[in-house]
């Protein structure tokens, strides 16, 4: 064994038929797994000029070498199709438990085609595969569907994948939840499945996941394991989870408030994950095999839910000027349910309320407005009332109405809780993320306001385009390993060589670990070229690029990504409008 299953499934929901094929020892070497081998699969089978939400698109849904063998942090699994959202190739990533039993139930990776005349489900079975009839699963929340193929199957250890209302009605930015709660959140992935009447997918199974040096690797986990206890982001991580941001970000006044018209909220306390944890809190939770549990379980008036994470914490607070912890708690447990991307969901929101108070859109809501901002969030979910509108993103309902500034996004996928006028090199990172807006293909935030691996000054432009490319590089391995994110505020490039070395049996440094991850990062941004992307994508909104803030350390401070997008380029080895050179490919071999 090396970490793999050695197989994957072919799902021709067309045709109506299931076929397992040995998973191709090239796609492993040069891509590793994870989002690797779902950007090779999905440009390698789509033709660039295909409609998202077309039966041409692909889903791919893969594992990585390291997910569910045990290491520390080692659960997660991707997906990877066109987005609806942002038009691109994308791939959004997810925790919980559901990529180890999709590995137990035998497979590396699901490829999905096609479009089925009904609804279905697919099940993964100890080395099987079968598509199944949903018609009784449409229409039903993701809990409920998760309880309905657990009973039907009678077994509470399956573990489910699957879309909710959201994704059935094509809401732009549906995602997929597995576990109710984990989110393979950007993107539109469940808008993808509702297109192709695929429900879910379930997993079960007992089959070996075995390392190809189980010493080795015992060993790498044990230092792995050490980094991760004694890392004081970490430890943060488990005590207040991801919203212990809240504050950190808001004091450096880069906490975007009320559709990013300002970066700094005055009641930001209110909605931190310290008094989450002071409130209602009731344990906090981890997905397979990790030690650091940033999950949050939460409880109050009767509700229990999992969350809301940092992004959506800020999404629906700060950034609709919300103070009450509970509506955004009850905002995100909404977002589970139906299927939505707790990000693009309350940014569109907020692109609503500014200009609901400007007079560009007839309509009551108004920053601070929590319970018009909670039946905002069912009616999306329904695609009712304006929410039918507000469906299709930001970025289409504000150029609608003739306001497109209004929509806070890049590639038209709404941007993430941080502002990129105080933090230079993320605001090029999210400039040229290949998914648009985005915070976790390249999370300078570590660097800029953590101080992670060293702090850097977040105003400043020098070598901010080389971190860019360090990061998103680095980013795309880890994501191909089957890793946690997360990791990465304790571990470096020598920890994940050394791990995916000891768990595949095929020697890679640090170097040739990058080197894979920049060749994920350049074969989705050659993809996206033939879709029709270029320099004049690789940008911000205009508010961002002239509007300086005016509070706190970064007052005066706009985004300056354009006197740093030439040398990143150059950095790349790609040409001035982002073209990769001949050379570069050749070198990656692509």
């Keep these: 064994m090396d970490g793999y299953t050695g197989k994957m499934v072919y799902a021709d929901l067309s045709a109506g038929t299931v076929t397992i094929q040995a998973t191709p020892p090239q796609l492993r070497q040069q891509y590793l797994g994870g989002r690797g081998f779902g950007i090779r699969l999905l440009t390698d089978m789509v033709d660039p000029k295909t409609d998202p939400l077309s039966e041409k698109n692909v889903l791919v849904v893969a594992t990585g070498p390291l997910t569910g063998i045990g290491t520390p942090l080692g659960s997660r699994y991707e997906i990877s199709a066109l987005s609806p959202l942002s038009n691109t190739a994308f791939s ?29 489900w697919l099940l993964l079975d100890n080395g099987k595969a079968e598509i199944r009839d949903a018609t009784a699963l449409w229409g039903k929340t993701t809990g409920q569907t998760t ?83 004694e890392n004081g ?26 559709n990013f018209q300002s970066a700094h909220f005055p009641a930001a306390e209110k909605v931190s994950g310290e008094t989450m944890a002071a409130t209602i809190l009731k344990q906090n939770k981890g997905c397979y095999s990790c030690t650091v549990k940033c999950g949050r379980v939460c409880e109050f008036d009767g509700e229990h839910g999992e969350g809301p994470e940092y992004e959506p914490d800020w999404a629906f607070g700060p950034d609709c000027g919300i103070d009450d912890l509970k509506a955004v708690a009850r905002a995100n447990n909404l977002c589970n349910e139906y299927g939505l991307d707790a990000i693009s969901t309350p940014t569109t929101i907020a692109c609503l309320m500014e200009m609901a108070e400007k007079g560009y859109v007839n309509h009551p809501v108004r920053f601070g407005d929590a319970k018009g901002m909670l039946a905002l969030v069912e009616q999306i979910g329904k695609r009712e009332g304006i929410g039918n509108e507000l469906a299709e993103g930001s970025f289409r309902f504000a150029t609608k109405y003739g306001h497109p500034d209004c929509s806070i996004s890049s590639k038209m996928q709404e941007l993430p809780a941080y502002d990129p006028r105080g933090i230079q090199g993320y605001g090029l990172a999210v400039a040229t993320s290949n998914r648009g807006g985005d915070h976790v293909y390249g999370y300078l935030i570590s660097p800029e306001v953590l101080g992670s691996p060293q702090k850097l000054d977040p105003y400043a432009l020098k070598d901010k385009p080389q971190w860019a490319k360090t990061f998103q590089d680095l980013t795309a391995a880890i994501d191909a390993s089957g890793m946690c994110l997360f990791s990465s505020f304790a571990l470096g490039a020598d920890d994940y060589a050394d791990l995916v070395s000891a768990a595949t049996g095929v020697k890679v440094d640090a170097a040739g670990l990058l080197k894979i991850g920049e060749r994920i990062w350049n074969l989705q941004k050659l993809y996206n070229i033939r879709r029709g992307f270029g320099r004049k994508d690789d940008t911000l909104p205009a508010r961002l690029l002239k509007e300086p803030l005016k509070e706190g350390a970064p007052a005066g401070q706009v985004s300056r990504i354009g006197e740093m997008l030439d040398e990143y380029y150059t950095l790349r080895g790609w040409d001035r409008e982002g073209t990769p050179s001949p050379g570069k490919l050749k070198e990656l071999g692509l």
């Design 92 to 120: 959004a990533n997810s925790g919980g438990v559901f990529g180890w039993k999709m590995k137990k139930a035998g497979f590396d990776a699901v490829v999905v085609t096609g479009r089925a005349e009904k609804p279905v």
């Design 147 to 229: 309880d309905a193929i657990q009973a039907d199957l009678k077994d509470q250890t399956v573990r489910v994948a699957c879309i909710g209302p959201a994704g059935e009605k094509l809401v732009r930015f549906a995602c997929l939840i597995n576990e109710k709660t984990r989110a393979a959140g950007r993107g539109g992935g469940g808008a993808v499945m509702g297109s192709k009447n695929l429900k879910a997918i379930a997993a079960r199974g007992d089959l070996p996941i075995r390392p190809a040096d189980e010493e080795a690797l015992k060993a790498v986990n044990e230092r792995v394991k050490k980094k991760l206890a």
């Design 233 to 258: 982001i970490e430890q943060a991580l488990q005590k207040y989870g991801t919203a212990v941001l809240v504050n950190i970000v808001n004091e450096n006044y880069v906490l975007p408030t009320r």
